[in-house]
């Protein structure tokens, strides 16, 4: 965590249990810990989640590492955001990956949640009611959903504000991405994988057909090339980079765009030599 204001910030750590634990940050200070650490290094079972408060100005990042032997490790951005429907883009359940999913419920009442799942074109697969107490979290892998095999993305819709991500593994260890982000008409895909590959989606959380337009730039800021990708109401097109634009983007270092609908993008990288992989919303950018 990093305190960026010029106050000393003296934060508590509510885990699920109701335990708390006092944490301070002098004026920009960075400190970087193991939860455990705070735990007196004893082993905590019954606590799932926490909750940081009297951290305005602070920003922070979980990390999430295999041990005994595991060669993944990835992290999602601490924040306050929460939103009544969170979307999970993408899907992949096989043979080499497995899909991980987080949804959390910071409130004290409980509350339901509804997982309604779609196929590429679309088309609404399933719904599904699942009840959520009061600071718990559902997690557990897609398959535990048993949403039907042509299932390529899902969102929950809740009576409440929750928070929540995804995360994609690969079952010998050694990949591991997370995703975490809503909907928008604008982005950047800040990176382009030079010594692997780069797949990207996109998500049409609307009704009607979306137009996306994708500019792509190389470090100077000088446009590469341009496409334009259709994407139907509730539909999905998801692909490597180079497959999606028609020119050669062989030159390009990062991928603006920009929609007349709500979409959700993300980005995976992973390296050819499959031992590292990251997972990236499509960012917000300036005017």
């Excluded at 990062?254 to 590292?276: C, E, H, K, M």
Aim: aromatic letters at 10%; hydrophobic letters at 40%.
């Amino acid at each position: 965590m990093v305190n960026t204001t010029s106050a000393r910030k003296d934060l508590t750590i509510t885990f699920n249990n109701g335990q708390t634990v006092p944490c301070t940050l002098n004026a920009n200070e960075h400190k970087a810990f193991l939860i455990e650490s705070l735990l007196n290094n004893q082993p905590q079972l019954d606590i799932q989640s926490a909750v940081i408060t009297n951290a305005s100005g602070v920003i922070g990042l979980e990390l999430f590492g295999s041990t005994g032997g595991g060669n993944q490790l990835e992290g999602v951005l601490l924040t306050d955001d929460t939103a009544s429907t969170i979307y999970y883009p993408h899907v992949a359940s096989n043979n080499t990956w497995w899909t991980g999913i987080v949804a959390y419920n910071p409130s004290e009442s409980a509350c339901t949640i509804t997982v309604t799942s779609y196929n590429a074109a679309g088309t609404p697969l399933s719904t599904t009611n699942l009840s959520l107490a009061g600071k718990e979290k559902y997690i557990g892998l897609v398959e535990q959903l048993s949403l039907p095999a042509q299932t390529a993305w899902f969102k929950i819709d809740s009576e409440q504000f929750l928070t929540g991500f995804e995360l994609f593994g690969t079952i010998d260890e050694n990949q591991l991405a997370a995703y975490a982000g809503s909907g928008a008409k604008t982005g950047v895909f800040a990176k382009i994988e030079k010594y692997g590959w780069t797949g990207i989606a996109f998500v049409n959380i609307e009704a009607s057909a979306a137009s996306v337009t994708l500019t792509a730039y190389n470090d100077n800021g000088t446009a590469v090339a341009t496409q334009v990708l259709p994407v139907g109401g509730y539909a999905k097109v998801v692909d490597l980079t180079e497959t999606i634009f028609s020119q050669d983007i062989s030159g390009a270092t990062y991928i603006a765009y920009s929609s007349d609908r709500n979409v959700v993008g993300f980005q995976l990288n992973g390296t050819s030599d499959s031992t590292r992989l990251d997972g990236l919303p499509g960012l917000a950018g300036g005017n």
